[in-house]
Nanobody, 126 residues
Framework: QVQLVESGGGLVQPGGSLRLACVAS????????AGWFRQGPGKERELVAG????????YYAETVKGRSTISRDNAKSTVYLEMNSLKVEDTAVYYC???????????????????WGQGTQVTVSS
């Protein structure tokens, strides 16, 4: 099992920025791919960004590509999501997730993620 705790959500004005953080425990973090999902009101949960075990490779959904950066610090067992130029449609609950070790190569695949945090609310509004 992997325990994940997110932080950094809140109320942001359109055009603003935020940085989410997620601390993992329970498994060797460097053996897991990590990602960020979000679920807006009335929408399905969407894989926003994923990052490989080493942090060298990343995946971004088209909806956030070019204005988001996912990164990780394996020494701190932490994955980050920085988002810029926020839009009202970015409003959602954001979830941190990891794959199990057996699927750690599939950081770009929604179906590979098996462990989830509780989520943190991000609201973009003026």
């Amino acid at each position: 099992q992997v325990q994940l705790v997110e932080s950094g959500g809140g109320l942001v004005q359109p055009g603003g920025s935020l940085r989410l953080a997620c601390v993992a425990s329970g498994r060797v973090f460097s053996e897991l791919a990590a990602g960020w999902f979000r679920q807006g009101p009335g929408k399905e949960r969407e894989l926003v960004a994923g990052i490989s075990m080493s942090g060298v490779s990343a995946y971004y959904a088209e909806t956030v590509k070019g204005r988001s950066t996912i990164s990780r610090d394996n020494a701190k067992s932490t994955v980050y999501l920085e988002m810029n130029s926020l839009k009202v449609e970015d409003t959602a609950v954001y979830y941190c997730a990891t794959t199990p070790p057996s699927l750690s190569g599939y950081y770009y695949s929604r179906a590979a993620y098996a462990f989830w945090g509780q989520g943190t609310q991000v609201t973009v509004s003026s």
